[in-house]
T-cell receptor
């Protein structure tokens, strides 16, 4: 059974970097032919796709966030990570990691983790 | 990157059907057969219920069905049940420079 679990700092100061990790169990991110995605949802708002990464390390980002976002793989720990730089209050959201991407949909999701940007 | 357009709300009585539209452009829904739909209950992570326009993941009841015509995709929920009350989001591939876009979301109420 594939499971994903987000972790990371819940409170981040404005202008700093938000860092989150998604631990994957039940499948190897190195061998499975999947992409691995990050999505966020601001309070009371809809879903916003952030980006995804393939097992070969190629990644694709939301054009509106591309200059501030980095998604990377850690094959030794079977996890992938998200960094968002220069955060503002607009980055306050529940952040989800998920398996899959735009072609076949995202079929396994983490429970989500709340990130709040505040001084 | 513009979100796909969905009606804010839809409703139906138990046992009835409800259809949700998702309108995009010729660069996303109209170009690709990679439309997905997600169901999200309050406080929960989204759940994939339709992918590649019409396909259902294992375990999703056949009461959920998807279709597409031109730049508009649709999700139909037949035989409404109380547990179907949730937010529903469509999504589509939109090309290599703009890979993925979500819809604005529709809140379905079971009367």
């Amino acid at each position: 059974q594939v499971q994903l679990q987000e972790s990371g700092a819940g409170l981040v100061k404005p202008s700093q970097t938000l860092s989150l990790t998604c631990a994957v169990s039940g499948v190897s991110i190195s061998s499975a032919d999947f992409s691995w995605s990050w999505i966020r949802q601001a309070p009371g708002r809809g879903l916003e796709w952030i980006g995804y990464i393939y097992r070969n390390g190629n990644n694709y980002y939301n054009p509106s966030l591309k200059s501030r976002v980095t998604i990377s793989l850690d094959r030794s720990k079977n996890q992938f990570s998200l960094k968002v730089t220069s955060v503002t209050a607009a980055d306050t959201a529940v952040y989800y990691c998920a398996r899959g991407g735009p072609i076949y949909g995202m079929d396994v999701w983490g429970q989500g983790t709340t990130a709040t940007v505040s001084s | 990157q513009s979100a796909l357009t969905q009606p804010p709300s839809a409703s139906g009585s138990p046992g009835q059907s409800v259809t949700i539209s998702c309108t995009g452009t010729s660069s996303d829904i109209g170009e690709y057969n990679y439309v997905s739909w997600y169901q999200q209950h309050p406080g929960k992570a989204p759940k994939l219920i339709i992918y590649e326009v019409t396909k259902r993941p294992s375990g999703v009841p056949d009461r959920f069905s998807g279709s597409k015509s031109g730049n508009t995709a649709s999700l139909t929920v037949s035989g409404l049940q109380t547990d179907d009350e949730a937010d529903y989001y469509c999504s589509s591939h939109a090309g290599i420079n703009n890979p993925y876009v979500f819809g604005t979301g529709t809140k379905v109420t079971v009367l």
